[in-house]
């Protein structure tokens, strides 16, 4: 059984940090693509970023570029959004996705490419 914990929400004032954990177990981890996606109350899911196999191809939203960093461990099963400089437009529930991906370079920005979603982590930015 697939598993995607989430964890390192919380609140904190514009301007601060958060370091956002997805755990993930049940599944080859190294032979998937990750994804942070993130909703707040009334919209969409949106894209984050993402992260290919090996970590080597990264991919963000213009909106987080420059401020928030993926990365991931592939002997932890873990992936992690490094966020920094945020501002209150980030307050959403932040959810991982796992992609199962043929190749080492893909990375997917749509959520239809991700078969797999943990149950997200609220974060909140006040001004």
């Known amino acids: 059984q697939v598993q995607l914990v989430e964890s390192g929400g919380g609140l904190v004032q514009a301007g601060g940090s958060l370091r956002l954990s997805c755990a993930a177990s049940g599944l080859t981890f190294r032979r998937y693509a990750m994804g942070w996606f993130r909703q707040a109350p009334g919209k969409e899911r949106e894209f984050v970023a993402s992260i290919s196999w090996s970590g080597g191809f990264t991919d963000y939203a213009d909106s987080v570029k420059g401020r928030f960093t993926i990365s991931r461990d592939n002997a932890k099963n873990t992936v992690y959004l490094q966020m920094n400089s945020l501002k209150p437009e980030d307050t959403a529930v932040y959810y991982c996705?796992?992609?199962?991906?043929?190749?080492?370079?893909?990375?997917?920005?749509?959520?239809?490419?991700?078969?797999?979603w943990g149950l997200g982590t609220q974060v909140t930015v006040s001004s």
């Open positions: 996705g796992a992609s199962q991906t043929m190749a080492a370079s893909i990375v997917y920005r749509q959520t239809e490419n991700y078969g797999y």
